[in-house]
């Protein structure tokens, strides 16, 4: 059986390293964002066979329309979609602007909702179809000064919930809901040794993650092996969320 997935967010970090292990597994694979030469040095490192790069803001409906479009019209079907397309911009109640807190919705929450409503014609024809979110351990609890990012991946984490029940049993919807993971988007924060060591002590793997890891965890949620895994926001951020938060005693 042929399988398509699009994935949204596949110039860098997850989505670049979602993209290769999915054509790895022998996925037809569908690279979306916002950044054409991106998207296009990620494609030139999988088999020139079986992708496709759509470049679009999955934020504005229209896009979402053409990137599904453009994929059904290149592989004749769609069977997986992995909203990955997310941005992270901080400040506390009173700093952050509307203009950022609303970006931060319309990207991670917003364009969840764009592509789901796009797919889903095209999903509800497919075999073991499935939608895979990217969440994030911030939109399982909060973190200081980050409230606009925390309130965009929560919503994206009860959506993925919602959804779930409401597509079952025909399209199973899950999420991946990373910590600290090594991409573009936490380079200024690689960069501070101070802020890693007290991410290390808080992580009991003691490291934040690969975004390779990350992939291989979507890749399982998209798999038939989990054919029976619905509604899941499965946390991948080294035991961090196992912590009710206390100090460890021990130290």
Request: aromatic fraction near 8%; proline fraction near 2%.
């Given at each position: 059986m042929t399988r398509t997935a699009i994935i949204t967010g596949a110039g860098s970090g997850i989505g670049a390293a979602t993209a290769k292990r999915?054509?790895?597994?022998?996925?037809?694979?569908?690279?979306?964002?916002?950044?054409?030469?991106?998207?296009?040095?990620?494609?030139?490192?999988?088999?020139?066979?079986?992708?496709r790069v759509v470049d679009g803001d999955v934020s504005k409906p229209d896009d979402a329309e053409r990137l599904v479009t453009e994929a059904v019209e290149s592989f004749g079907g769609l069977t997986c979609l992995v909203n990955n397309a997310g941005i992270a911009r901080g400040g506390a109640p009173g700093d952050l602007s509307?203009?950022?807190?609303?970006?931060?919705?319309?990207i991670n929450a917003g364009?969840?909702?764009?592509?789901?409503?796009?797919?889903?014609p095209e999903l509800k024809k497919a075999d073991g179809a499935c939608i895979v979110n990217t969440s994030s351990v911030s939109g399982l609890g909060g973190d200081w000064t980050m409230f606009g990012y925390n309130a965009s991946k929560g919503a994206v984490s009860n959506m993925t919930r919602a959804m779930a029940l409401d597509l079952a049993p025909d399209i199973r919807v899950n999420a991946v809901a990373p910590s600290l993971t090594d991409t573009e988007m936490t380079a200024g924060m690689q960069d501070d040794t101070d802020l890693m060591t007290r991410f290390a002590e808080r992580i009991p793997m003691g490291r934040g993650a690969q975004p390779a890891e990350v992939a291989s965890v979507i890749a399982f949620l998209a798999s038939h092996d989990a054919r029976f895994v619905n509604g899941v926001v499965l946390p991948v951020d080294g035991g961090l969320s196992a912590s009710n938060g206390q100090p460890n005693f021990a130290a």
């Open positions: 999915f054509a790895e597994d022998g996925w037809n694979v569908v690279l979306n964002g916002r950044t054409r030469d991106k998207l296009d040095a990620v494609a030139g490192e999988l088999p020139e066979m079986g992708v509307l203009e950022d807190f609303n970006a931060q919705m319309n364009g969840v909702f764009n592509c789901v409503t796009a797919a889903l």
